[in-house]
């Protein structure tokens, strides 16, 4: 049994591909709260699977599995997708992050729930708040006169004021709404009066009712934005101390009695509308709130962006009616008196909080909000929608819309139900069915299965370079690390920290941390000067006390891609460190090229799963010498990813071959490695002998020579060799 044996890249693969398509559709845990990149549920099934269980992974995927008395580690377990699905097939897990909001979420994936109990709770808090807040989510339907016509989204337009003339004027980059994908016509904004007008065609849009002519786009161009009313040049942020001001300029509403009808509604807002602005101002500033948290935002290298804003304290990234929303739920839920459901209430309050801010952005074209972290940052547009608080359900009681509570409730229930009944989905060409796993589920017990052995559950917020563990304690570490220069943890979680700990109190157990910012974080962060060789002595130092806690011959594996060779040579380094090699370099999916915060980049979307064990079982066949040795490995692998479905790009090619390079590096340097040389130095030796076994550029060569002369021998009449020319396409 191991996964060097038992592991097909081409099944897992088109397993990762569809989870990656709608996660939550395949792994609904995911939805207790949001995390940042989270490997497919399915990968690490296939991998845990391949390592523990007998045969081809293929054989065993489908099929119940309990590993009792199995104990996998995860030292980087942010989101907790490993452990999740090691606990899932009976494993005892310990999870490690120095993150308190990833312990914090981690805890409420796995821990159990009274269901019941919690759709008592969250219905009582939905009635309470339609009770106190639903009338500043109502408008006046033009079409048909309803006068509580409910709001799904509130567009807002930042302004600005003209430091010559000191008049106000909005800041907007485009006149476009809506787009015509899923709405009929494309809707602008008139930038003479307001009107919100249905054109055909953007190019040739017209004129609006009052007479200006309309146009698709805004007056802001490279942050710069001349005033409409003396012609002055004015530069972002376009305002003087403290955060930018908005105007509300358009509404999106739903009105049942139109059901059928084409389309979106949408609206140019009336008195009333604004009025409702006003009301909910003025409620919140006679308010004196108990849960509005007034924490600083820190400096770092992703509030670096809110802080040239203007922007200074947290509480100030939303708008009167979003604090007012939100100190009103904070108090429903400090009330609760199960503690329990409290917890659950409060998770749901947080990962309500990325869309009830005045960062997020309307997509024109899926016609919806995008929370905050759609980009993995802090996002400051010029644009911005407001979510209605409540959410809503239509005439089939389903919820339509994002961002309100009606929507994270319905997610999060969902989400702890597959803890009891999780499920795999089956495809049969192009239908699909949901195959429950009958024995398996997510928890230290099991609530329908009261006779099962319960399994141990060790969850820590620690920091992982320091964790004392037991020898030879840990069956396996499965695991996905931070990857340098990527995605600031810490200072994004940071957002919702600060409101879940003034929620539940400093006091409560897992929020006694101040902030989820920490010095040894192992990210890349110019603001907390933190290089590349802090980030390979912190993996380092981690692997090494991993590898002590680890079984004879266990395996710690974790997924990797990043587009710079030196962030390999920190992971290699990590491996050569703690005394193991490098037995497997697998690549599988990793994210949708579409994922927003990667869309147009040149960024891979395959990771390489590294397989390291404290002896070499590497087969013979992956014993790469060249670079011509390597393209035919790669040749065969690409196929095998094609034939799942993906479309392998240069980007991840790269990243391939950097996963097999450092491979074959650290099978060279391991018989002579001494940890104890300065990092710098372990660095350049590192990357000398990934350079000598082969580069990137020569491997690209090599796949582009074998690509010729097999297009070559594909013209000899009695050879059809198509399928080899597509195997190794770069």
């Not at 099929?63 to 097939?89: C, Q, W, Y």
């Amino acid at each position: 049994m191991s996964i060097e044996e038992n592991y097909n890249i081409g099944f897992v693969a088109e397993l990762a591909l569809r989870e990656k398509q709608i996660q939550q559709n395949y792994r609904p845990i995911i939805a207790v709260h949001k995390w940042f990149a989270r490997r497919p549920g399915t990968l690490f099934r296939g991998l845990l699977l391949s390592e523990f269980a007998d045969g081809p992974i293929a054989s065993s995927y489908y099929k119940p599995h309990s590993f009792a008395g199995l104990t996998v580690a995860d030292p980087f377990m942010g989101g907790g997708i490993p452990l999740l699905e090691a606990n899932r097939v009976g494993c005892n897990v310990l999870g490690v992050d120095i993150n308190p909001m990833a312990t914090w979420v981690v805890r409420e994936e796995i821990d159990a729930l009274d269901l019941t109990a919690y759709a008592h709770a969250a219905e009582q808090l939905a009635q309470s708040l339609a009770k106190d807040l639903s009338e500043l989510y109502k408008t006046r339907c033009p079409v048909t006169g309803r006068m509580d016509a409910s709001v799904k989204y509130f567009m807002w337009v930042k302004t600005g004021t003209c430091i010559a003339c000191k008049q106000e004027f909005d800041l907007f980059p485009g006149y476009t709404l809506a787009q015509d994908v899923r709405h009929p016509s494309y809707v602008l904004v008139c930038h003479g009066c307001g009107d919100l007008n249905e054109v055909d065609d953007p190019k040739t849009p017209g004129a609006c009712a009052c007479g200006a002519a309309l146009k698709t786009e805004g007056p802001v161009k490279r942050n710069k934005c001349a005033c409409p009313h003396c012609g002055h040049l004015n530069a972002a942020p376009f305002h003087g101390k403290g955060p930018p001001s908005h105007r509300l300029f358009a509404i999106e509403y739903h009105n049942p009695e139109l059901k059928g009808r084409p389309g979106r509604l949408f609206k140019k807002p009336d008195a009333d509308d604004l009025a409702r602005v006003a009301v909910a101002g003025t409620a919140w500033k006679q308010l004196h709130p108990s849960f509005v948290p007034d924490d600083i935002i820190p400096e770092g290298d992703e509030t670096s962006r809110l802080h040239r804003w203007g922007y200074k304290h947290f509480r100030e990234l939303f708008n009167d009616r979003q604090l007012l929303a939100l100190e009103t739920s904070a108090r429903f839920i400090a009330d609760v008196k199960d503690k329990r459901v409290r917890r659950a209430l409060a998770t749901n309050f947080s990962d309500l909080l990325r869309y009830q801010n005045m960062l997020c952005r309307y997509d024109t074209m899926a016609l919806k909000s995008l929370d905050v972290f759609s980009i993995h940052g802090f996002p400051v547009g010029y644009v911005q929608v407001e979510s209605n608080f409540l959410g809503l359900r239509n005439l089939n009681d389903s919820p339509i819309g994002s961002g309100g509570w009606v929507n994270i409730t319905e997610k999060y229930t969902k989400a702890k139900s597959y803890c009891t009944k999780p499920f795999e989905v089956i495809f049969n060409g192009k239908k699909k069915t949901t195959h429950y796993i009958s024995g398996e589920w997510i928890g230290e017990k099991n609530p329908e299965l009261p006779n099962a052995a319960p399994r141990e559950i060790d969850i820590r917020c620690d920091s992982s370079t320091s964790i004392d563990l037991a020898p030879e304690s840990l069956d396996g570490v499965f695991t996905d690390p931070p990857y340098f220069g990527m995605v600031q943890y810490g200072e994004l979680m940071h957002f919702c920290y600060v409101w879940l700990r003034k929620l539940m109190g400093g006091d409560f157990p897992g929020l006694e941390l101040s902030t989820t910012r920490h010095a040894d974080e192992l990210t890349g962060n110019n603001t907390a000067d933190r290089n590349i060789e802090h980030f390979a002595e912190g993996l380092a130092a981690v692997y090494t006390r991993m590898a002590a806690a680890l079984k004879p011959g266990a395996p710690l594996l974790f997924t990797y891609h990043h587009n710079k060779q030196a962030a390999y040579q920190a992971a290699a380094m990590g491996i050569l460190d703690a005394g193991l090699t490098c037995t497997a370099s697998l690549p599988c999916p990793a994210e949708m090229g579409g994922s927003i915060h990667i869309h147009g980049t040149a960024s891979s979307i395959v990771d390489t799963v590294f397989v390291c064990r404290d002896k070499d079982i590497t087969p013979s066949a992956w014993l790469v010498q060249n670079p011509d040795q390597l393209a035919q490995l790669m040749a065969r692998e690409l196929d095998e990813l094609r034939g799942a479905g993906m479309k392998p790009t240069v980007g991840d090619t790269r990243c391939i071959a950097f996963g097999h390079i450092t491979r074959m590096a650290i099978w060279r340097l391991r018989p002579g490695w001494d940890a104890s040389v300065p990092t710098t130095r372990k660095m350049n030796i590192i990357k000398t002998a990934m350079d000598t076994l082969a580069t990137v550029d020569q491997v690209h060569e090599a796949l582009e020579g074998a690509r010729a002369k097999t297009a070559c021998d594909a013209c000899k009449p009695q050879k059809n060799n198509k399928e080899a020319i597509d195997a190794i396409a770069f």
